[in-house]
């Protein structure tokens, strides 16, 4: 009986035991999960954790972000949670932006009322093929001439100014634009992602490219170069309507998944909001200068027009014609391309030898460079020059032919005198330019022409004016007779 009352006393104490371990087991617990124990900033405070948190991309909680750009077409449900949204696009369709003014009241005061400047570029998405972009974009010319990457649709725009798009650069527009306004630009892609695929056995993916916009203020100089904000997303371009049908086997995929795997993904939504980047680091881009392709007034190199009229020389100097020959090197081509002002399409014909560029036919140089400048550099490499206002032709009378030999009055002689004439090619109809041109013929100075007459009926010497010389016929016939003026150096030079 004895060891029979020792049991429960030994079941007791064995219990209360247990129970004093499992409440000192969860109080121990309840104050290690506590939140004055771990406090995530302490976890945060960690050398390993500050270590990663300097290549994390800096808080933008409070950064000012004054602008928001919405592409308005729909972002694809086949996408994962975490992952940057992406968009599908028709190729040459237009797709509206808009461009919306997210400043706070006080934020940017100096650019309230005022005009700002964005830059919409495509570019690639992949990191690989944007270290090769410029080859890439290259290849792209040269397969699609005269077609650009991305177009601006003017008329559906609303509150842009000064629309630019740079034949060198084909995948890059901009334009000026009041936030305080309400603006939308409507954008084209015309190349699709296909095009830029490594294999091209049918069925391959396409490389995805991103719609970037760098927005810039101006500077105490009127340049605008002060970067505001930029902000891109992720897209793909289908053939026309393939973005459609390609949104559509997206969703029909999704419906099929069970509800566990679609919570995986993200909902599509009817527009695409452009998240915030940095800005594109080619700067050449972002500046207030006119680019070659958009001055038509400022020439890198003095060429002559028209004939080489020497006009504004005092001693005039003879021009001499620059045609490209089949015989130039691809070197020698490029300094022509440069003389002759264009610059702009020497990349495009870096391995063109003057041969090449010979051959090419009118159709191939306007679908290359476009109707203005094809049809420029085609007259260019043919030699074609505009045909002049008024051509005479003048000979200079010789003493023995004054002294011995009648003339008629068109300047014909004798038989047996044989004349030599010269053309002379007027633009202005001046008598200032037949001057010059006449200096030119007999190598000096126009200063040393005092007067030109025209011998008149019964002989007068009537002075021509700018009025005679644009009611001269075309290929007249005149001889020059010269008289020596008594009171200086000069000449007098008579038309017969």
């Known amino acids: 009986m004895a060891w029979a009352l020792k049991l429960p006393l030994t079941d007791e104490v064995i219990e209360s035991g247990l129970v004093q371990d499992f409440d000192a087991s969860l109080s121990g617990i309840g104050q290690e999960l506590g939140a004055g124990a771990y406090s995530m900033s302490d976890v945060l405070a960690l050398p390993i954790f500050k270590q990663e948190e300097s290549n994390l991309p800096p808080d933008t909680d409070n950064k000012i972000l004054p602008f928001q750009y919405v592409l308005c077409a729909a972002t694809s449900p086949a996408v994962k949670l975490h992952d940057e949204?992406?968009?599908?696009?028709?190729?040459?369709?237009?797709?509206?932006?808009?461009?919306?003014?997210?400043?706070?009241?006080?934020?940017?005061?100096?650019?309230?009322?005022?005009?700002?400047?964005?830059?919409?570029?495509?570019?690639?998405?992949?990191?690989?093929?944007?270290?090769?972009?410029?080859?890439?974009?290259?290849?792209?010319?040269?397969?699609?001439?005269?077609d650009r990457i991305l177009d601006l649709d003017i008329p559906m725009s609303v509150g842009i100014i000064d629309p630019r798009a740079n034949p060198t650069q084909l995948n890059t527009v901009e334009f000026l634009w009041e936030p305080s306004k309400r603006t939308s630009v409507f954008i084209q892609v015309h190349c699709i992602s296909t095009e830029f695929t490594m294999r091209k056995h049918g069925g391959e993916k396409g490389v995805p490219f991103r719609v970037q916009i760098d927005t810039f203020k101006e500077n105490e100089s009127g340049e605008y170069t002060e970067h505001l904000h930029s902000a891109s997303c992720q897209v793909k371009v289908f053939k026309p309507k393939g973005a459609d049908r390609k949104q559509k086997t997206d969703r029909e995929k999704m419906e099929k998944r069970a509800p566990q795997e679609k919570e995986k993904y993200q909902p599509s939504y009817e527009t695409t909001i452009l998240t915030e980047c940095s800005p594109w680091p080619e700067i050449t881009y972002v500046t207030n200068s006119p680019s070659p392709g958009f001055s038509t007034t400022q020439n890198s190199f003095p060429v002559a027009e028209g004939n080489g009229s020497p006009s504004h020389q005092p001693e005039p100097v003879v021009q001499v014609a620059d045609n490209l020959l089949p015989t130039a090197t691809p070197q020698d081509a490029q300094q022509w391309l440069l003389r002759?002002?264009?610059?702009?399409?020497?990349?495009?014909?870096?391995?063109?030898?003057?041969?090449?560029?010979?051959?090419?036919?009118r159709e191939d140089v306007i679908q290359i460079c476009g109707p203005a400048d094809g049809i420029r550099l085609f007259n260019a490499l043919k030699g074609r020059v505009v045909r002049p206002r008024l051509t005479i032709y003048v000979c200079q009378e010789s003493q023995q032919a004054r002294e011995q030999q009648p003339k008629h009055e068109n300047g014909d002689a004798a038989a047996n005198t044989f004349f030599v004439y010269h053309a002379i090619y007027l633009e202005d109809l001046t008598a200032t330019e037949l001057t010059e041109k006449i200096a030119l013929l007999f190598n000096i100075s126009p200063r040393q022409i005092n007067q030109i007459f025209k011998q008149g009926p019964t002989g007068i010497h009537v002075l021509v004016s700018d009025e005679m010389i644009q009611n001269f016929q075309d290929e007249v016939c005149f001889v020059l007779d010269t008289m020596k003026d008594e009171t200086n150096d000069g000449y007098h030079i008579i038309l017969k």
Not at 112 to 130: A, C, N, P, W, Y
Not at 341 to 353: I, K
């Open 85 to 146: 949204t992406l968009t599908y696009l028709n190729q040459g369709q237009s797709y509206e932006i808009i461009m919306l003014d997210n400043r706070k009241i006080g934020e940017l005061p100096e650019i309230t009322g005022k005009m700002v400047k964005s830059i919409i570029r495509v570019v690639f998405h992949d990191r690989r093929l944007q270290y090769t972009e410029h080859q890439q974009l290259e290849g792209w010319r040269w397969n699609r001439p005269g």
């Open 340 to 361: 002759n002002r264009f610059s702009p399409f020497c990349r495009l014909f870096t391995n063109f030898s003057g041969a090449d560029l010979l051959k090419l036919t």
